[in-house]
């Protein structure tokens, strides 16, 4: 990992970058709904969408603006997702597109736009309309915070993160603004991020560097073993910081990469730390796996066990259900390997439980708010991890009326 | 379906069947905790267990003994499941077996073993030893109430059916009792299901149309998605009925299966309808599939979902939360084309909320207890179907604290 200097902020610590939140009246609550964030040049964009089947029409619509690999606007809703919406859905969010790039004298294909919220339902577009020349009057170098504000859905605090980092030298900085909270798996945890860099980027390197950081932060969380119809996660170089465009296989893209995992790290932690009615943060770490996937596909099938989380929210050390979860899982698994240890604690030696397991220091060890547990699968050197939280009543009370 | 009659009871319905249930001392509570099931004649057996790559001892000392094709005694523990034991649990899991063969005076082979309960903990050995006297003592034409209740765990109530059908112009009967309820999945819920039927049944007629059965029943059930280490189900044939064997693709043999069926989506019915926490059995009918396989995929994707089912627990029509499911499913979905339909009010035409639909009526249906929610993916003629439940507060409050 790059040697990093964490900043204050969020998306808007980077230079060139300008953002803004307000309150359109998507959400009934009144609270901010509508965010934008604006590069003061065209940035060389990267951006990676949900691989459920059912897409949300922002998706579709990014997508195609995206593939141009130029952005300069991201605008980002929250309360309705317009997934499932028909042509209306497209219609709504190719005008929402235009109308940005016509406030902000842009072209509209270089406009991302993303939706969170319910599905099913049409965005209200004249409030929309209405709200839209006011919210690119709030853009500001200190609006990173009203954006992160305006993105929230059942989130209980918004998520950013800042950082420098040297490339060839020079001080680069990358910013960051993400929502979760429910919906989140695999290929794509159900979520919309945004990140910035001032440094100068070339476009494939960009492409390859996201594709590749979203597949080691954001698709090694689970909340609820659900998947969006509208994540989005996007990155934006604007080469503000003026370094000759970092190319594939260059030592300065490595050291960008380097503060880009580390940023996405810690949103990724942040989304699953804040999971709905999580109150639990744990790294289920395999390794020992017959290969890399098979460790990641029994990290999985422990990190979304029902019964694995429920344990986790009690702190019960049940090791039981993780064996259960392994073995349940598509991964190879001879059960008398097995190791399992919580934190440093080793409780489980050749699928049974360890002679001298000290229970009680396992129940503190769960205590915690955060902690790893560590599976060892004795058969060969895949390792992978997965941040999971846990299942709580409280999970069940947020998502048993979400509509209503 | 074949024209059954529903009888009283379950297992000791069948003529030449015994049961009993008694309180051993592996369950704290002091409740019911070992159940023997005894065919006064050596019976035809087949057995369906796990797919779990963690199995109990009484598993595999299970597989092994069904192997021989003839079952005289079952013997069913609950409290403790015998699973990551080591060695000692094999050990444990034979001796009893050896233990009933000598107190029935039948060969130990003959004997299957089931047990439910806590992982990881190994059998209270002096206890079991003393009550099994007892419990064969206990063995009764009306004891498969007792038997029922000696194999529950956070069952609410026990689970049992009996029915008679006709098969080449004369009655057979065909009982069973079976228990849930936590860590139900495909390939094989987790649960034990003891089938007798006093039909004379050739060997390979009988293993083929339980594999089958099963497939259609306890494997068409979920209630949270996790997969057991214990599952077993077994079915005797004893031929206290004296008719002539049945064989494959004889036309008795098709009457018999009329009967099976029905007798085990009942039991898999009772079960979903005790799922942990559960307050709602909600039919998942997938058609229009590309593949019977897509259909199935898809069901299973919606039935597990958490969103979908605390949607359900929360009687909220939240159908945006079903196209979700469909669309991370490995089943090719188009979303253009999808209809869903809860009880016989179509909600959803063309992946996008009907003009006209009924919010107010799909609420009515969701507060019924059970109704059928039909989804088509207008792309096939692939069809299947789940039984699922409801995700509820309930369900975490049982599961944060199971061990303790």
Not at 240 to 267: D, F, I, K, T, Y
Request: glycine fraction near 10%; aromatic fraction near 2%.
């Amino acid at each position: 990992m790059a040697e990093v200097e964490w900043l204050e902020g969020g998306v808007t610590a980077v230079p060139g970058i300008l953002a803004g939140g307000v309150a359109a009246g998507i959400k009934p609550s009144g609270k901010k709904d509508l965010a934008l964030i604006y590069s003061s040049t065209p940035a060389r964009a990267a951006a990676v969408f949900t691989s459920n089947q059912v897409k949300g029409a922002p998706v579709l619509i990014s997508m195609d603006h995206a593939r141009g690999g130029v952005v300069q606007a991201v605008l980002a809703s929250s309360g309705c997702a317009n997934v499932c919406t028909g042509e209306q859905g497209v219609r709504d969010a190719r005008e929402i597109t235009r109308l940005v790039g016509e406030l902000l004298r842009i072209p509209a294909k270089h406009v991302l736009i993303a939706a969170t919220g319910v599905i099913g339902v049409p965005l209200p577009m004249e409030r929309i309309r209405a709200a839209l020349p006011k919210l690119v009057k709030s853009l500001s170098p200190q609006g990173g915070r009203a954006a992160a504000e305006a993105i929230l859905t059942t989130d209980t605090r918004p998520k950013e993160a800042a950082l420098r980092v040297e490339v060839n030298g020079r001080p680069v900085t990358i910013g960051g603004v993400a929502k979760g909270v429910g919906m989140i798996e695999p290929s794509l945890a159900t979520m919309l991020c945004f990140v910035a860099t001032d440094a100068a980027v070339g476009h494939d390197a960009l492409v390859a560097v996201t594709r590749r950081e979203v597949e080691r932060s954001f698709n090694r969380i689970t909340i609820d073993g659900d998947q969006s119809t509208s994540d989005t996660v996007a990155v934006l170089a604007n080469g503000v910081a003026e370094n000759a465009p970092l190319e594939r296989g260059s030592r300065g893209l490595r050291q960008l990469v380097g503060g880009l995992e580390a940023l996405m790290a810690r949103l990724a932690r942040l989304l699953v730390g804040d999971g709905e009615g999580a109150s639990k943060l744990v790294t289920i770490a395999v390794r020992g796996a017959a290969t890399r996937r098979d460790a990641l596909t029994a990290a999985r099938s422990v990190a979304n066990s029902p019964l694995v989380k429920t344990a986790i929210n009690g702190q019960d050390p049940n090791w039981g259900r993780i064996m259960m979860a392994l073995g349940k899982s598509a991964a190879r698994v001879e059960q008398d390997k097995v190791a399992i240890a919580f934190g440093d604690e080793v409780i489980v030696e050749r699928g049974a439980l360890r002679e001298g397991a000290r229970l009680d220091r396992v129940r503190e060890i769960m205590a915690a708010r955060e902690y790893t547990l560590t599976i060892d699968l004795g058969l060969g050197r895949g390792e992978d991890r997965v941040w999971t939280c846990d299942l709580s009543e409280e999970y069940v009370r947020i998502n048993a009326k979400y509509t209503t």
